[in-house]
């Protein structure tokens, strides 16, 4: 049975590996209640909560061989098993808001394309300057989801609500140039 145990280990690695796959912005694709995993609440505390999205920023810096130069791989990020929903309370809720979020992501990823572009040439750039840059960047972004969660009451307030995502909307088109 020894053959048996490797199997069901295989396969519990599998299943965690699939589990934590973070899902990468992509023009036109959108999320879907199906991807919010969380079989928990981590946010009990807040009752108005029925929806939560875990997004985020990730980055990966490496040498271009051909030309010495430092290039930069840097995806907003949406990470499922950390993404919660009601059942009930999101049957016929609209998306829109933590699609939101995701996008806001999206966003920052951009800005940092484009402080990587116009700040980082060698690698010497890439430690003393765009390290610093990301973890401002990232504390602007933290700062901006939470601006939004507050000014939409978390999607509750229809008409900010929209306001907010014209907004999103406008500051994306306005960092095209910088998508993946």
Request: glycine share 2%.
């Amino acid at each position: 049975s020894s053959m048996k145990k490797t199997f069901s280990l295989i396969l519990l690695f599998c299943f965690l590996t699939v589990f934590s796959q973070k899902l990468v912005w992509k023009e036109g694709t959108k999320l879907n209640w199906s991807l919010f995993k969380s079989p928990e609440n981590k946010m009990k505390s807040d009752s108005t909560i029925v929806s939560y999205s875990s997004c985020g920023l990730s980055y990966t810096a490496f040498k271009d061989k051909a030309n010495n130069k430092m290039k930069v791989r840097i995806d907003a990020t949406f990470d499922p098993s950390k993404s919660w929903k009601h059942p009930i309370k999101t049957k016929n809720l609209n998306i829109n808001h933590e699609q939101g979020h995701f996008d806001i992501a999206e966003i920052y990823a951009r800005k940092l394309r484009k402080e990587f572009l116009e700040n980082v040439k060698t690698e010497k750039d890439y430690q003393l300057k765009f390290k610093l840059i990301y973890q401002v960047m990232y504390g602007e972004f933290l700062d901006y989801q939470n601006y939004y969660d507050n000014i939409t009451k978390r999607g509750t307030n229809a008409e900010k609500q929209n306001e907010l995502d014209a907004e999103i909307k406008a500051q994306l088109k306005k960092l095209e140039h910088y998508k993946n």
